[in-house]
């Protein structure tokens, strides 16, 4: 009932997973009609969504994995390992394996994605020319938002100012990671104040990796917001990670997240990312922290929680295929988000709409597009422990 405007809901009544039993009236590429459907006294219709959005993902680093491992699993390590793949980066590689894909996000029910790209290091200009060529071939199938991905201090340099101009005309925006360790010895604060002018002089969003770490002293997300309530802003604010405010306590979380919703700034969780990273020691010992956002605080306090797949093979997460269910199946155990309440599906599919601010929010009324996902179970139960064959509906058409 969550994903169902609210002009449907007369004479509906959901069953405990949150389900209704639905027609759906689809003529070309809309859903021109929808009306409930009598069958029983529970829904026994395979499970519907509307097509998913992926709020955060990697699709110049996707696939990596096997030519540059990370077999500690280490933050140091996936950093060595991406910067030694950068030095091979080729137009045509990068290409490829963003094909390979969009190839699956369009195959298994994905609609939009907003992809953090390696612009700032060695290697940015195939990253670049990659990109000029994939966005252009998947235009007319798929929404694709670019975050330029570059060292904070580049933000204040000529090459910043040129990356700008490249993310204006497709939508996208500048981004960067941020946390305790890579802050230290370096006026970070002021180059954050530079990113944020650049980029509301162009236009461009913004989307951080800040704080991604169980240390409690990260609290960069402070100094952003600090900012951000000075500063001209720059069209939307996007906050990943926030691993860190986890450790902080109930009183300063709650002062954070506050300010979060105030100034109507998302957070998008990314459990696979967190879970294989985070709260590493030396390989001794198992993990303690878990490194999630407090999610359930953050929802309390008004700030839109979405939750993103992030990494895909490569050397930061070995795992993933984008593929929208199998996320859910991993996230929904970890992160407690109930998807038969309404605030625990919505991280999952409307969320990540907002976030990438789509002119379709994923909620099915009248004339909204008739692009769906369609499993194979009859319950969430069905859903968390089965592996589920995805049928996918886009322009009014079954992929498969
Ligand atoms: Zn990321």
Known sequence: ??????????????????????????????????????????????????????????????????????????ISGAL????????????????????????????????????????????????????????????????????????????GTSIGGRLAKQMAPLAGGLGGALDYESSQGIPWRHHLAQMLRLAADHGCIIDLHLDETCDHRSCCLEGLLDLLEQEP???SVTVSHGCSLAQHTPEKLQRTAGRLAALHIPLVSLPTTNLWLQDRGNGSRAPRLRGLAPIHELQEAGVTVAIGGDNVADPWFPGGNFDPLELWRFAIPVTHLHPWEPWGLIPFTSAPAQVLQLAWDGVLRNGCPADLILTEATSWQEVLATPQGLRVLRHGLWLS
């Open 233 to 235: 802003l720059p069209p």
């Open 80 to 155: 060595q390992a991406n910067f030694q793949e950068h030095q091979s980066r080729s137009a045509p590689v990068v290409a490829e394996r963003m094909e390979r894909a969009l190839q699956k996000a369009w195959q298994q029910g994905y609609r939009a994605l907003r992809s953090h790209l390696d612009l700032g290091w060695q290697g940015s200009q195939a990253t670049w020319e990659a990109v000029t060529h994939t966005w252009k071939a998947w235009s007319d199938r798929l929404e694709l938002q670019p975050i330029a991905m570059a060292p904070l201090e580049v933000w």
């Open 1 to 74: 009932m969550a994903l169902l405007d609210q002009q449907h809901h007369h004479g509906l009544k959901a069953d405990g997973d949150g389900l209704v039993n639905l027609a759906l009236v689809i003529k070309g590429a809309c859903i021109t009609n929808i009306e409930p459907l009598q069958l029983g006294p529970r829904p026994q219709l395979p499970l519907g969504f509307p097509a998913a959005v992926e709020p955060h993902c990697h699709l110049d680093k996707a696939f990596t994995w096997s030519g540059a491992p990370n077999p500690r699993g280490t």
